[in-house]
Nanobody, 123 residues
């Protein structure tokens, strides 16, 4: 089993920044890709970004390219999501998730999930 714990969410004004963290524990060797997803009230869960544990390949949704950066610290088993130039439409519950190969942006393919951390961007 893999356990994922997110942190770093909060309330920020438009144009501000937040950094989310996702700490993994357990059988982390089985989590080839870690992704961030978000879900706003009344909306579908959507892909934000993903990163591989080997090779540091990164993937982004078009809506966050140039504003968000995903990174990882293997020694700490932690993945980060640096969010800059935040917009009110970024407001959502952000989830960290993990899966084995191959890469996918489809949330249904991710086996392990954290509890989520709320990000609220005020205008």
């Amino acid at each position: 089993q893999v356990q994922l714990v997110e942190s770093g969410g909060g309330l920020v004004q438009a144009g501000g920044s937040l950094r989310l963290s996702c700490a993994a524990s357990g059988r982390t060797f089985s989590t080839d890709y870690t992704g961030w997803f978000r879900q706003a009230p009344g909306k579908e869960r959507e892909f934000v970004a993903a990163i591989s544990w080997i090779g540091s390949n990164t993937y982004y949704a078009d809506s966050v390219k140039g504003r968000f950066t995903i990174s990882r610290d293997n020694a700490k088993n932690t993945v980060y999501l640096q969010m800059n130039s935040l917009k009110p439409e970024d407001t959502a519950l952000y989830y960290c998730a993990a899966r084995s190969v191959p890469y996918s942006s489809d949330w249904t393919g991710y086996r392990y999930w954290g509890q989520g951390t709320q990000v609220t961007v005020s205008s």
